[in-house]
């Protein structure tokens, strides 16, 4: 037999074995992706905000500075035909630099471990959550590919309770005595004790292919605004001030703002003791 005839079935079995080789490769890859894209569900939006009220925290829907701890805030009031109305957003009655001079809430780490990427260090939340937890936040438009706010040096400040037992000042005695002596309940008010905070918002928003500038520039302008609203209340402070809000990236494909300040997220309370305000 000639020597190339020989040579020519070994080619061939060699050509159809890396042709088979390479199929079962194909029929790999293509698995993986239907298995990813159809038999792998994503995991649900895990939702910050019920995480924390799920610990005893109160969403602070504002963002504002008003319930740092040591502050009073009344979470009720008289309302029509006697009843009793609850406050959609509780109100400061009295600083905690007035009410426990000299004293100075603790920081710790915050962490969520059922929240997946929570640190100390920063959180993130998606447009979806923010749509639901933080309307005044959303930003709607069609050349919005899409959007998140991140918070940064997150922390906690917190009193323990036997910090400010029994250390309320005469002064803060006397305003919420005169106020329950007015028609106010003592049931109404309560001391903030503990506060999730950070010190800056940032608000990423990734454009489409074909927004226009005038566009960026509004709704650049109409995120700052709303970015700004919340006061920010500095720690030892009673005077409040607006967020510093600047663009700090701004590019074809994302425009990032920052705003700092105090920016509180949660909040927890706890009832004031009728003996404090009614003991001479």
């Not at 400061?92 to 780490?109: K, L």
């Not at 007015?182 to 292919?209: H, T």
Request: one cysteine or more.
């Amino acid at each position: 037999m000639p020597k190339g005839s020989r040579k020519k079935p070994r080619e061939n079995r060699r050509a159809n074995q890396l042709l088979w080789s390479g199929a079962f490769l194909f029929a790999v890859i293509l698995g993986y992706v239907a298995y990813i894209y159809f038999g792998v569900k994503p995991e649900p939006l895990r939702d910050v905000f019920q995480l924390l009220e799920g610990q005893g925290y109160t969403q602070n829907i504002s963002l504002s500075g008003h319930f740092r701890p040591g502050n009073i805030v009344q979470i009720a009031e008289a309302g029509s035909e006697g009843k009793e109305r609850e406050l959609l957003t509780p109100l400061v009655v009295a600083w905690a630099q007035n009410c426990f001079p000299g004293r100075e809430a603790q920081i710790s780490e915050f962490s969520l471990p059922q929240l997946e990427g929570s640190s100390s260090g920063s959180l993130s939340i998606g447009s979806e959550l923010l749509t639901k937890r933080l309307a005044r936040l959303r930003i709607e438009s069609t050349a919005v590919a899409n959007y998140n706010l991140k918070f940064n040096n997150v922390r906690i400040l917190a009193f323990a309770k036997g910090d400010l037992s029994g250390s309320f000042s005469e002064e803060c005695v006397r305003k919420l005595r005169e106020l329950i002596e007015s028609g106010d309940k003592v049931e109404w008010f309560r001391i903030v004790m503990e506060a999730v905070v950070a010190d800056e918002m940032l608000m990423e928003i990734n454009w489409k292919g074909d927004a226009t500038a005038d566009v960026k520039q509004f709704v650049t302008e109409k995120t700052g605004k709303a970015l700004s609203q919340p006061p920010a209340l500095q720690l030892g402070a009673e005077a409040q001030s607006k967020p510093d809000v600047r663009v700090a990236v701004d590019d074809a494909k994302k425009t990032v703002l920052s705003a700092k300040g105090l920016v509180i997220i949660a909040y927890r309370a706890r009832p004031i003791q009728a003996k404090t305000v009614t003991s001479p």
